[in-house]
């Protein structure tokens, strides 16, 4: 079967454009969870859904970070306008209960 | 809030153990360990249940001390592809665990030499 995927793998992009980051997760999974990973802050979880809606966004760091999961095998990660301080790599991880599958992850960079 | 891992780092030889302790100001339900590799994804390891019930591997073993909120995972005659950054994630007994929302520690860096 396969993984989690994530595309891009690698994005990089200049200030104040927009980014959108995509997730297919495992089928038959129905939460999908998007983290972010930093040196600094190391991996912080930013919203999670299950079933398609968002439970908790409380990790979205501002405004500009959205995430839609419009159906099961599909969901989006938007940074609009994007900084140079959202340059990280961006996880995401499905599952059905527990544990937790992680995807290759996006490496952002934002000049 | 975050759990906290101990050490921060552990450097080996092949062959020799290694522990990581991962302690929670929470109560826990369970506690997750992962394994990352560089410019690779986590991998899950394992899961320490409430009530005892562990899984994993066999050489990788870990324990989970519910009163003190702490889990260990112990590594035993390390070898080289042991190397990498081993994550706790851990899921309070109050709220979220229908949903699996673990909260990750800091990481700990496991370097293994020949």
């Known amino acids: 079967d396969a993984g989690v995927i994530q595309s891009p793998r690698h994005e990089v992009t200049e200030m104040g454009q927009e980014v959108t980051l995509r997730c297919k997760p495992i089928?038959?999974?129905?939460?999908l969870f998007w983290y972010r990973q930093t040196m600094m802050r190391g991996l912080e979880l930013l919203i999670y859904?299950?079933?398609?809606?968002?439970?908790?966004d409380s990790g979205m760091p501002e405004d500009r970070f959205s995430a839609k999961m419009p159906n099961a095998s599909f969901s989006t990660l938007k940074i609009q306008p994007s900084e140079p301080r959202d340059s990280a790599v961006y996880f995401c991880?499905?599952?059905?209960?527990?544990?937790?599958?992680f995807g290759p992850g996006t490496r952002l960079t934002v000049l | 809030q975050q759990p906290v891992q101990s050490p921060q780092a552990v450097i080996l030889r092949e062959g020799e153990d290694a522990v990581i302790n991962c302690s929670s100001s929470?109560?826990?339900?369970?506690v997750h360990w992962y394994r990352q590799k560089h410019g690779e994804a986590p991998v899950f390891l394992m899961i320490?249940?409430?009530?005892?019930e562990q899984k994993g591997h066999e050489k990788i073993s870990a324990s989970f001390n519910e009163k003190k909120q702490q889990s260990s995972l112990y590594l035993t005659a390390s070898q080289l592809s042991y190397s990498g950054t081993y994550f706790c994630?851990?899921?309070?007994?109050?709220?979220?665990?229908?949903?699996?929302?673990?909260?990750f520690g800091q990481g700990t860096i496991l370097t293994v030499h020949p």
């Open positions: 991880a499905s599952s059905s209960g527990t544990p937790q599958y």
């Open positions: 089928s038959g999974h129905n939460s």
């Open positions: 929470k109560a826990l339900y369970s």
């Open positions: 994630g851990t899921l309070p007994l109050a709220g979220g665990t229908s949903y699996g929302k673990l909260t």
């Open positions: 859904f299950n079933n398609n809606v968002p439970i908790d």
């Open positions: 320490l249940l409430k009530g005892g």
